[in-house]
């Protein structure tokens, strides 16, 4: 079945620096979502792309979909140490169903 | 408050015992899903529900099964032919895009 691969599996950066999480697939994607988990938390929705090409902010969060629809990234500019926690993509399938990716845990060092 | 109430948070299996895990919701959502989630993994689909009386497998149902009896209502018993259960369970309901997300069981083998 559909395979979403995200890279890198974990990243621990300065507060301050950016981060950049991604989302691939070798078939075309039909919906991204992404998700954010904080430490012992469950996953909270952050947002869904459907058009080729789209790009979507929120404050410091950027969100990408490639144009092939083959690719999605998630960008935080200047992080802060609320931003700690883990940063899922999944797969929107038909009947709503989400294929997740393994996840990228974010650290923040203050 | 409307949300999604998993129960327990902590649970324990002994070798061939089933255990059921609740999930009630008072969102009013029609579809539900239940997700295992194991280290370095993102959330596996177990089964899900887009209405009362209709469920169907996702990728990983073999050794659990559902009901969907209620619509506030979704609980998963994991059975005895479930080799590996111990793992972290998540319940979620929709209204159509976003995914709402339960504390979580964790379950471990005694």
């Known amino acids: 079945g559909q395979q979403v691969m995200q890279i890198p599996q974990y990243q621990h950066v300065q507060e301050g620096e950016d981060f950049t999480t991604y989302c691939n697939s070798s078939?075309?994607?039909?919906?991204i979502q992404w998700y954010k988990q904080r430490p012992g938390g469950h996953p909270v929705f952050l947002i869904q792309?459907?058009?080729?090409?789209e790009v979507k902010k929120q404050k410091r969060l950027t969100f990408q979909f490639g144009e092939a629809k083959k690719n999605s990234s998630l960008h935080i500019t200047a992080t802060q140490t609320t931003d700690v926690g883990t940063y899922f993509c999944?797969?929107?399938?038909?009947?709503?169903?989400?294929?997740f990716g393994a996840g990228t845990i974010l650290r923040v060092k203050s | 408050d409307g949300g999604i109430t998993q129960s327990p948070k902590y649970l324990f299996r002994k070798e061939g015992q089933n255990v059921t895990l609740s999930c009630e919701q008072n969102?009013?959502?029609?579809?539900m899903y239940w997700y295992r989630q194991d280290p370095g993994q993102g959330l596996r689909l177990i089964y899900y529900?887009?209405?009362?009386?209709?469920?169907q497998k996702g990728d990983i149902a073999e050794g659990y099964s559902v009901s969907r009896e209620k619509k506030e209502s979704f609980p998963l018993t994991v059975t005895s032919a479930q080799k590996n259960p111990t793992a972290f369970y998540l319940c979620?309901?929709?209204?159509?895009?976003?995914?709402?997300f339960g504390d979580g069981t964790r379950l471990s083998i005694l």
């Open positions: 979620a309901s929709s209204p159509g895009v976003a995914q709402h």
């Open positions: 078939t075309t994607l039909s919906n």
């Open positions: 792309l459907v058009k080729s090409g």
């Open positions: 999944a797969d929107r399938e038909y009947g709503n169903k989400l294929v």
């Open positions: 969102l009013n959502h029609d579809a």
């Open positions: 529900s887009q209405i009362v009386n209709d469920f």
